[in-house]
């Protein structure tokens, strides 16, 4: 008898697989408390890493006695700090991506990066930008899959707040440091860099996912045109598009070009996919081929 769906979003197969991986972070972005990231300083975990001379006010507890038993020096035992890594799953959820299946790619690579984070019992929120103020609380383990899948799936699409603002709204609210995964097309007028600053500022490592259309990577454009933006619902005519695509695909590749630099220039990560890959190919291809999970 086949496993009931655990979501709509992922199948069975996928969440078996995602079992297997985590999210590859810098260990910097992490918060004080217990987790499964390994800190660069000594701490209190299980794990042993060294020893070093005993100094006073060292817990007693940590001196190794055999050694001082025999050389009758005292040693403290040292280990690896365990620190706890919060995942920010953030999901524009604006009219620009109501359209060719981008929000719901969206939705799904946000179920499959929040298991991730989950299963690690790393700490995990969610919010949606653009549209109507949805946040999940932050959880943690993996008990809270369903509430996140719930959460996902539950999503209110369709809104005009531009995505830096979303993303300014979401950080009032928001503790801890670790990982910000930002699943958009990032088609905005406003001052991205500034999102990306205050998302750094936050001690968030930026994962910056581009989503975009089959059409807006590739249109088929000709004659006279009126293009509406659906959420300013200004207006552009033109005419003879065809001749405009090569001008189009420049700006475009620009922009994408600006996402990858104020995302590396921060410590993070950017990719830009289309909305008809299947997440597997996302997720369990580009994803860990670029080194974004392990």
């Known amino acids: 008898m086949n496993a009931p769906q655990l979501t709509s979003l992922l199948t069975n197969r996928d969440l ?3 079992a297997r991986l985590r999210l590859n972070a810098a260990r910097r972005f992490t918060n004080r408390a217990r987790g499964e990231h390994l800190a660069a300083q000594g701490g209190t975990s299980t794990e042993f890493c060294d020893f070093r001379d005993y100094s006073p006010g060292d817990d007693v ?8 038993a025999r050389i009758e020096r005292a040693y403290v035992k040292q280990f690896h700090q365990e620190e706890e890594m919060h995942v920010a799953v953030l999901v524009d959820a604006s009219n620009s ?3 060719e299946g981008k929000f719901d790619l969206a939705r799904q690579l946000a179920a499959a990066l929040g298991v991730l984070g989950l299963r690690a019992q790393e700490k995990v929120s969610a919010g949606a930008l653009g549209g109507v103020a ?3 609380r932050p959880c943690t383990g993996r008990m809270a899959l369903p509430k996140l ?3 996902l799936e539950n999503l209110a699409p369709g809104g005009k707040t531009p995505i830096e603002q979303g993303i300014e709204l979401f950080l009032r609210q928001h503790r801890g440091r670790g990982v910000a995964v930002v699943l958009s097309d990032f088609l905005s007028g406003g001052d991205l860099r500034r999102a990306f600053n205050q998302l750094h500022s936050a ?3 930026v994962f910056a996912v581009q989503i975009l259309a089959p ?6 454009l000709a004659g006279d045109l009126r293009f509406v933006d659906c959420e300013t619902l200004g207006h552009l005519d033109i005419s003879s598009a065809g001749d405009l695509l090569g001008l189009y695909h420049e700006y ?3 922009h994408e070009a600006q996402l990858t630099g104020l995302a590396q220039q921060r410590a993070g990560k950017f990719l830009s996919v289309s909305a008809a890959e299947p997440i597997e190919q996302v997720v369990f291809g580009t994803m860990r081929k670029k080194g974004w999970i392990v």
């Open 203 to 205: 001690g968030l490592e």
């Open 149 to 151: 899948f719930t959460f």
């Open 97 to 99: 991506m109501l359209f």
């Open 16 to 18: 078996d697989r995602l």
């Open 134 to 136: 949805q946040r999940l």
């Open 252 to 254: 475009r590749l620009a």
């Open 215 to 220: 059409s807006e990577l590739a249109p088929e």
């Open 61 to 68: 507890r940590f001196v190794d006695w055999n050694i001082f």
